[in-house]
């Protein structure tokens, strides 16, 4: 009966190791970006989990799809919504940041490539703590 005692705490200590272990990392999700012509802009979208007991911060984006790609806002001011780069963006600890259309988004710059449904690239994230996060991107009608 002892043995079985002790095993069964060993296997709940296990397991409770291992869920902690597996909630507690930042992750990016649903990434997607609209069609958008060569030349011109486009934007990409996600959502960033923080789990985590520490706040994050985005600091910065890559990608091989446009000639630049930066960090944007989109913030009514009176009666026009204009589009404010960002320097970072901070990731509350516990929380979420939602990139979507009218709010933050990574703003594709000087297209290098038409980006049609279906298609897919990559950006690469920066974070200050979780590091760099790379996603592929579906291109899709939203």
């Not at 297209?111 to 298609?119: E, I, R, S, T, Y």
């Amino acid at each position: 009966m002892k043995r079985w005692l002790t095993l069964f705490v060993f296997s709940l200590f296990t397991l409770a190791l291992l869920s902690a272990c597996s909630a507690k990392e930042l992750t990016v999700r649903d990434a997607w970006s609209r069609p958008a012509a060569q030349g011109g802009n486009g934007a990409v979208f996600f959502v960033i989990d923080n789990p985590t007991a520490q706040d994050d911060i985005l600091m910065g984006v890559q990608t091989d799809i446009a000639m630049m790609a930066s960090l944007h806002r989109s913030i009514m001011n009176g009666d026009v919504m204009k589009m404010e780069p960002q320097e970072s963006v901070s990731v509350p600890a516990k929380g979420q940041v939602a990139f979507k259309p009218g709010d933050y988004h990574v703003m594709l710059m000087n297209l290098k490539q038409d980006l049609n449904v279906g298609d897919t690239f990559t950006i690469t994230l920066q974070f200050k703590n979780a590091g760099e996060i790379t996603l592929e991107v579906p291109v899709q009608e939203q």
